[in-house]
């Protein structure tokens, strides 16, 4: 039970929201609050005090005796904004208790324990059913008593601090097993089992097919990845109910590709019927991977279904994951829950930097200073390959000018690769502006390191003729003064001395300037690696001091 104390009348209003969400769990005390509290302290399992941590703190002092006893207690303030754990952090619960009140109010909890305030994994947050003791062997992570990690089979896992040998173990398996008392069983996805069925085939008589064929080889229904057969029984009722039912994704193959797989058991009967002599067998072997149940035949007579049962090979994951141009609150929480999925992170130094903070313990951080980009995009693949789950970073967006595109010219497809995007220069600048990308416009690097020169006068003539607005990346640096002069005096042929310049440096990171010029007043000596400089197009304006693109195409057609 959660006992829930309050005294004032703004407290009272969240404890009874509280009351009313969870009826079974909680009590309401009233009365004095020091009585209400050690009433509710001896009663309860837990504590909710909507007071002052430092009243509730003398209030329990003289009650505090075992962590191992006393219930946990968490702290609201009047104002509804933090969820205060407060005592009991693992043991009570407290911990958890201020996050699910705080999901309830609207609050942030407050959580001090170590393991927990630098985001230990929650076993049940690794997108992956789990089975067996998840309370008793998380806590034990949290606690940092040893866990070891007991691996059948290869995946991609975030990073988890596990030891060599612990009196708790997590188990990776697809193996039919009882998790032990204080064991947690993960469930990858690694089987897949192809299916073949007449015109007709009873949904019963697949989905017993596919389940005896699972228990008899002593497989696990829970790492079922998926079902899959050939095109032409895409739509056979029996299989995509059984599927539904198994709560799995059908792939399907045209008939061509399926005939191409080498099988053990083909047979004439399919060839005739829908062009490939394995529909079963094959479907499941497209991919690759170890066949563990070859065809068997449904028990009905005539049978009118068949399956087979392969396990996939481990495949490694890739995230190609943008930071955002500098500032925390502009690095998407995708990007967030990618880098903490991650087991190995690969990334420019400074960048790794900026979100060390949120990686996982146990993370593998391989950090290259600049350069190097080439060698951080294999290694990157190189650890995806290996079968780990690997986050590149970049700040923006990895895409733009940055890791994406040497890491996928790297990547084969062995490898699945999950790219997230961010907020690139070009925008963060753009937001500090005003609303200069309005209309059509074009990013330009300047960096003619490697992009000869030439083509990227060419491309600047082409954006100047087109009168595209343009962002400068990479503008300038001591080694590299004269482009950006050369590149303004092109757009400067097909633009008025008046249009619209925007310098911004450092967007979004602590010492951020930006500020609106024209393209007869920049100087190009305020300019250099750390900003973009975005150029308006003939009718960009400067309004109030911020600039403008209009949107319309009107203004262009309309007579003088
Ligand atoms: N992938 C990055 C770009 C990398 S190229 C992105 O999407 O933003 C590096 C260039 O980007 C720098 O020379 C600078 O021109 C620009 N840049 C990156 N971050 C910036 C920021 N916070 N403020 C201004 N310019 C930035």
């Keep these: 039970m959660i006992g829930l104390i309050s005294a004032t009348a703004a407290g009272a209003a969240a404890r009874d929201r509280l009351a009313a969400a969870w009826p079974d769990r909680t009590r309401v005390y009233e009365g004095p609050v020091g009585d209400a509290v050690r009433a509710a302290f001896a009663e309860c399992e837990q504590l909710v005090c909507f007071l002052a941590t430092g009243a509730v703190v003398r209030l329990i002092a003289p009650l505090l005796g075992d962590k191992s006893a006393d219930p946990g207690v968490v702290c609201v303030d009047e104002g509804g904004r933090f969820a205060v754990s407060l005592v009991g952090g693992h043991g009570g619960g407290a911990n958890e208790l201020a996050r699910e009140v705080g999901e309830l109010l609207g609050a942030e909890p407050v959580i001090t324990t170590a393991t927990d305030s630098v985001g230990l994994a929650g076993l049940d947050t690794l997108g992956l059913p789990v089975e067996g ?7 034990a992570l949290l606690d940092g008593e040893p866990v070891a990690l007991d691996a059948e089979l290869r995946w991609p896992l975030p990073a988890l601090p596990v030891a ?6 997590i188990r990776l398996t697809d193996r039919a097993v009882e998790p032990g008392e204080r064991e947690v069983v993960l469930r990858p996805p690694s089987l897949v089992v192809g299916v ?12 017993e097919l596919v389940e005896g064929a699972l228990r008899d080889a002593g497989l696990s229904p829970a790492s079922l990845a998926e079902l899959a057969t050939v095109d032409a029984k895409a739509d056979e009722p029996g299989i995509v109910r059984a599927t539904e039912r198994l709560g799995v994704p059908l792939v399907t193959y045209p008939a061509e590709e399926l005939a191409a797989v080498d099988v053990p058991n083909p047979s004439e009967a399919p060839l005739a019927a829908v062009g490939t002599p394995s529909v079963a067998e094959a479907a499941a072997l497209v991919g690759g991977g170890e066949l563990l149940v070859p065809k068997r035949k449904s028990a009905a007579s005539p049978a009118m279904a068949t399956c087979a049962v392969v396990r996939r090979p481990a495949r490694g994951r890739l995230a190609v994951v943008g930071l955002g141009p500098g500032a925390r609150d502009l690095l998407t929480p995708r990007a967030e829950a990618e880098l903490r999925r ?8 400074q960048y790794v930097d900026q979100i060390r903070d949120l990686l996982r313990p146990g993370t593998r951080v391989l950090e290259s200073g600049l350069g190097a980009e080439e060698e951080r995009a294999r290694t990157a693949v190189a650890e995806a390959r290996k079968g780990q789950a690997v986050a590149l970073i ?4 990895a895409g733009v000018y940055a890791m994406a595109s040497p890491a996928l010219a790297e990547a084969s ?8 995007p961010g907020v690139t220069a070009a925008l963060a600048a753009g937001a500090l502006l005003g609303a200069p990308l309005g209309h059509d416009h074009v990013s330009i690097s300047l960096s003619d390191l490697h992009t000869p020169w030439e083509v990227i006068e060419r491309r600047v003539r082409a954006a100047a003729e087109a009168d595209l607005v343009v962002t400068f990346y990479n503008p300038r640096s001591r080694g590299r003064d004269w482009q950006l002069p050369k590149a303004l005096a092109i757009l400067a042929g097909h633009r008025e001395p008046a249009t619209p310049v925007g310098v911004v440096r450092n967007a979004s990171r602590p010492d951020e300037s930006a500020r609106v010029t024209t393209l007869a007043e920049l100087d190009p000596a305020t300019v250099d690696m750390m900003t973009v400089v975005t150029v ?3 009718a960009t304006r400067e309004i109030a001091g911020r600039m403008v693109t209009p949107r319309g195409y009107r203004w262009q057609e309309e007579p003088k």
């Design 394 to 397: 970049g700040s923006g967006d």
């Design 133 to 139: 003791a998840v309370a008793a062997v998380s806590r």
């Design 342 to 349: 991650a087991s190995v992170l690969v990334g420019l130094d």
């Design 196 to 207: 073949g069925a007449s015109k007709g085939a009873p949904v019963e008589e697949v989905l």
């Design 164 to 169: 060599a040998r612990g009196a708790y173990t």
């Design 536 to 538: 308006g197009n003939t």
């Design 413 to 420: 497809d062995d490898i699945d690769v999950v790219g997230v």
